[in-house]
């Protein structure tokens, strides 16, 4: 069984910076899955953030965090990251990281594991 563990949110001042933290277990390789992150606000529905591969290659924004965020991976410790620099109070979400074979996909029905969530908050 999958398990995703996602870690790393908090509170922090608009233009900060914050690195959440994707660990996964469960699999003796991830090398053909793809890795998404998405957010979800309160009274909102969850949404893209970015994804990725666990092997490397092309990663994908949405436009909202172009720029600001970067995905990267540690294949070595089966961890993905999320490094989020010069937040806004509109980044406060819950984040979730997601996993599934294949190519990626920006739609969160795709994916067929979830970690648990880490919260993000943003003060103005």
């Known amino acids: 069984q999958v398990q995703l563990v996602e870690s790393g949110g908090g509170l922090v001042q608009a233009g900060g910076s914050l690195r959440l933290s994707c660990a996964a277990s469960g699999r003796s390789t991830f090398s053909n899955y793809a890795m998404g992150w998405f957010r979800q606000a309160p009274g909102e529905e969850r949404e893209f953030v970015a994804a990725t591969y666990w092997r490397g290659g092309s990663t994908y924004y949405a436009d909202s965090v172009k720029g600001r965020f970067t995905a990267s991976r540690s294949n070595a410790k089966n961890t993905v990251y999320l490094q989020m620099n010069t937040l806004k109070p509109d980044d406060t979400a819950v984040y979730y990281c997601?996993?599934?074979?294949?190519?990626?996909?920006?739609?969160?029905?795709?994916?067929?594991?979830w970690g648990q969530g880490t919260q993000v908050t943003v003060s103005s």
């Open positions: 997601a996993t599934k074979m294949g190519a990626t996909s920006i739609n969160r029905l795709a994916y067929d594991y």
